[in-house]
């Protein structure tokens, strides 16, 4: 028998599954935490499930070191000497672009990432939605080059932060 005291923190139902009653000197947001999980067994696993996905494929992204960075930490990288190259195709590059940044295809860097060695500093790779970036930035990790970044959106996400470009008819 539970004292008095003891007995406001315990659960006095029956457990809804197995019928026994519960009692365990608990605080009643835990006595509630532990009705819902047994009240919703399919909830919260599938909300233990969905935290395990997210945590697996935030540790592949940095295994991959794959380093996508908002406009706004492309800006601050810029403004620190860090150089912009586009690595869409040169008739893309020519109709719009991210002011001072350098064209050079992804399929020219993923045959010779020497072509990069111009740059000293930090390098923010663009394209049109992020993938493509994304993917040569990879690569150059891969073949030594530390300080490699992948603008997250590609060009579509500066355009919506509302940063500027230099388009054909300007």
Same mark, same amino acid.
């Given at each position: ?43 919260? $696993? ?12 935030? @540790?592949?992204?940095?295994?991959? !070191? %794959? /380093? ?41 860097? $993923? ?12 390098? @923010?790779?663009?394209?049109?939605? !992020? %993938? /493509? ?38």
């Amino acid at each position: 028998r539970l004292s008095g005291a003891l007995m406001r923190y315990s659960l006095a139902s029956k457990h809804p599954y197995t019928g026994y009653n519960l009692h365990l000197p608990l605080g009643k947001n835990m006595q509630e935490l532990i009705e819902f999980t047994s009240n919703n067994p399919l909830l919260v $696993s599938g909300l233990i499930a969905s935290a395990m996905v997210v945590m697996f494929n935030e @540790i592949r992204l940095k295994s991959k !070191g %794959v /380093s996508a960075i908002s406009p706004s930490m492309t800006v601050r990288l810029i403004n620190d000497g860090g150089a912009v190259v586009d690595v869409r195709e040169k008739d893309k590059y020519q109709d719009s672009h991210i002011i001072d940044s350098h064209n050079i295809s992804e399929k020219k860097i $993923s045959k010779d990432a020497t072509v990069l060695d111009r740059f000293r500093k930090t390098i @923010i790779l663009v394209c049109d939605s !992020g %993938v /493509s970036s994304a993917q040569c930035a990879t690569h150059l990790r891969k073949t030594g080059q530390a300080q490699v970044y992948s603008l997250k959106g590609g060009l579509q996400a500066w355009r919506e932060e509302n940063l500027p470009i230099t388009n054909r008819n300007d």
